[in-house]
């Protein structure tokens, strides 16, 4: 579809599974999604979506952690050294890829990823659970 100039819309909550718990987390599933939208050079193409439902959680919370947790799956693709990693790849080099793979693995992006929350006056941590704790208990239990 992409490569026809199209759209497409992208559903990373749920791949080929199906069960009632959609809050996505950060593991290596969604970090090769976000690896793939960023190598593909596409992502004003993509639209990323996410469910957030979880029964057994705050749906409010389950909404942020899941976007946060794609956000930041996008940033450790973004900070990867995907043009060295392509060079080894295009020259047969694989043992030179995964060294590079594995080198890219121990970037600080997290430490990108606090600054980037600092920067635009956003929680740093789990912190947003205060601001969700107090509108659940204004607005969530009075329903």
Known sequence: ???????????????VRWDSDHV?????ELTAIGREVIRC??????ALCLDYFDASINRVAA???GARNLRKSLLIALLEPYDQINGHEKTFDFTGRLAS?????????????????????VPVYDEFMNDIRQYERKVLLKR
Do not use: F, T
């Open 1 to 15: 579809i992409l490569a026809l100039g199209g759209k497409i819309l992208l559903h990373v909550s749920r791949g």
């Open 24 to 28: 996505i987390v950060l593991n290596d």
């Open 41 to 46: 050079g596409c992502n004003e193409r993509l």
């Open 63 to 65: 909404w942020v952690i």
């Open 101 to 121: 793979q594995e080198a890219a693995r121990e970037l600080p992006w997290n430490a990108v990823w606090q600054m980037y929350c600092v920067r635009n006056d």
